[in-house]
């Protein structure tokens, strides 16, 4: 079991990661990272297939004969302690040849320029490319709101795909399946099926209430949609790597999508009786769900991720004439 002080501090990183990837949204503001305190831990979690954390999302990384595949690179501080990460595990000294992102945020996508130059090829769904290029807004429609700048020429994805892309390397058919308007509308779920493993991008996570990015096409519904589809195809026992967070399983996947959908009922229920968002906060509807208040997605804020998503409203930035 983790401490309290470990999951404290784990909440509190994916603030301060949010703060410095996004700049730093009222009530987040916290300094960037020490990137050179930051160590990467590798995990086996099957067959060919390891788990990197070290600060932004979950790394997975096929390492095998015909080289390494990531899905998934961090921050750009980071990318050179990942290689060596990878090469220290003395499995090959073929490089990194493929990267594919699982959605569009920093924390995902911030090592693409050093990995791109190192010689890999980045993939992803078409409106992560889109996203990174034009930039513009991220948030929940609501007090969690933050400017994206465009991403550089040598951060965009060189091969994109709509529905879905298999990269067949290490004897694996690594597939990438474009899940719409979950927590973007770009997030695809990684599938790795020889060695029974997923990598669910931040349509999954264990901080608590999840980021839902409405203002980047994001919306409640599509999560559980895509949680629902995903577990669906998915065998019993399949090892789960959530976006952010420990290693999982089905069951820790089922009560993540049993308490989208519970709460979504009851801000629904709470619009259906004509009740404002104010008045939503007030009554502390989600207090039956307080355990996955956290410190990056609050009470509160979920709230507001649910009425935004449930109404229609993405948020964004007002534009002055
Ligand atoms: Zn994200």
Do not use: C
């Amino acid at each position: 079991m983790r401490s309290n002080v470990g999951v404290r501090a784990g909440l509190l990183l994916v603030a301060a990661v949010f703060a410095a990837l996004v700049g730093a949204p009222p009530g987040y503001a916290q300094q960037e990272p020490d990137w050179s305190k930051v160590q990467i831990k590798v995990t086996k979690v099957f067959g060919n297939i390891y788990m990197l954390e070290g600060q932004g999302g979950n790394i997975a990384a096929s390492v095998g004969e015909d080289g390494i595949v990531i899905v998934d690179d961090q921050f750009a501080p980071l990318a050179e302690k990942i290689q060596t990460a990878l090469k220290e595990l003395k499995i090959t000294d073929k490089p990194v040849r493929f990267v594919i992102n699982t959605h569009y945020h920093g924390d995902h996508t911030g090592g693409n320029v050093p990995f791109a130059s190192g010689g890999s090829t980045v993939i992803a769904q078409d409106n992560v490319r889109k996203r990174l290029e034009k930039g513009g807004a991220a948030g929940n429609g609501g007090s969690v709101k933050m400017d994206v700048k465009p991403a550089e020429k040598a951060a965009l994805p060189i091969i994109t795909f709509e529905h879905d892309v298999t990269v067949h390397l290490n004897g694996e058919d690594i597939r990438a399946l474009h899940f719409p308007s979950g927590h973007t509308d770009g997030d695809s779920i990684i599938f790795f099926p020889k060695n029974n493993i997923v990598h669910m991008g931040d349509d999954f996570v264990r901080y608590g209430f999840p980021f839902i990015d409405v203002t980047s096409g994001g919306s409640v519904q599509g999560m559980i949609d895509a949680m629902e589809k995903a577990t669906a195809q998915l065998p019993a026992d399949v090892k789960v790597i959530p976006g952010h967070g420990q290693l999982s399983n089905l069951d820790d996947v089922r009560a993540f999508t049993k308490m989208l959908k519970e709460t979504s009922a009851a801000v629904q229920k709470a619009l259906s009786d004509k009740k404002t968002l104010e008045q939503m906060k007030a009554e502390k509807i989600l207090a039956p769900w307080d355990k996955w208040s956290g410190q990056f997605i609050n009470s509160d804020a979920f709230i507001e991720t649910l009425y935004n998503s449930l109404t229609g409203h993405p948020g964004g930035f007002v534009k002055h004439n």
